[in-house]
């Protein structure tokens, strides 16, 4: 079975830096996802890992590690926007999409 | 406006009664998938297709079923509901069934009740 973990909460202040980890151990590796998902809203791309390293799209970052199984999120410049779930998906042997239960995000001002 | 919609919003079910969940799209995408979504646990997967005329078993197909006749349509129906069906549940597409980068766009979800 697929086992992908990340914390359930994490609370940060407006302007701040937050960083969501994510492990995983799965039948295989093809690609780790993240998703954003807004409360009542419908999960929304937010950047793909293939390759170890670390991939930059604006404010937000992301870093794989394929030799650790482990991934994590960058959120920096927080805003009161950014209060949402973030989801940790790994492209399975089948090219299917595990998830992770997520991790709630709430940014205080 | 390109993307996926799926019918109903949200819907109340007795258990028991026989309910199909309609999800369609416009990207002319191959694949396409069902999940449910409960408190904890995550996305998990229903039923999929990797492209018309085929169809194929997720993590969580029972008590489910799913046809896809045609590209844009993917239904998935519940033949008889019971309440641990009870969850929101998200159709999904994206352009390739295989390969690494499998990007997959979500649609808004149905939030179904079964009492």
């Known amino acids: 079975g697929q086992n992908i973990d990340q914390p359930t909460e994490m609370t940060a202040t407006e302007g701040a830096i937050v960083q969501i980890n994510c492990t995983y151990q799965?039948?295989?590796?093809?690609?780790l996802f993240w998703y954003q998902q807004h409360a009542g809203e419908a999960p929304t791309f937010l950047s793909y890992?293939?390759?170890?390293g670390l991939e930059e799209k604006g404010r937000f970052s992301s870093f794989l590690s394929r030799s650790k199984g482990y991934s994590y999120l960058l959120l920096k410049e927080l805003q009161m926007k950014d209060s949402a779930s973030y989801l940790c998906a790994v492209v399975d042997n089948d090219y299917k999409l595990s998830f992770g239960a997520g991790t709630t995000v709430t940014v205080r001002a | 406006i390109a993307g996926i919609t799926q019918a109903p919003t949200s819907q109340i079910l007795a258990a028991g009664r026989r309910m199909t969940l309609r999800c369609t799209q416009d990207?002319?995408?191959?694949?396409m998938y069902w999940y449910r979504q409960d408190l904890g646990l995550g996305l998990r997967l229903i039923h999929y297709s990797n492209t018309a005329g085929t169809t194929g078993k997720g993590e969580v197909p029972d008590g489910y079923s799913v046809s896809r006749a045609n590209t844009d349509d993917f239904p998935l129906t519940l033949a008889s509901a019971v309440p641990s069906q009870t969850s929101v549940y998200f159709c999904?597409?994206?352009?390739?069934?295989?390969?690494?980068?499998?990007?997959?766009?979500f649609g808004p979800g149905t939030r179904l009740t079964v009492l």
């Open positions: 999904a597409s994206s352009d390739s069934p295989s390969g690494a980068y499998n990007e997959q766009f």
């Open positions: 890992n293939v390759l170890d």
């Open positions: 799965t039948s295989g590796f093809n690609g």
């Open positions: 990207m002319r995408h191959n694949a």
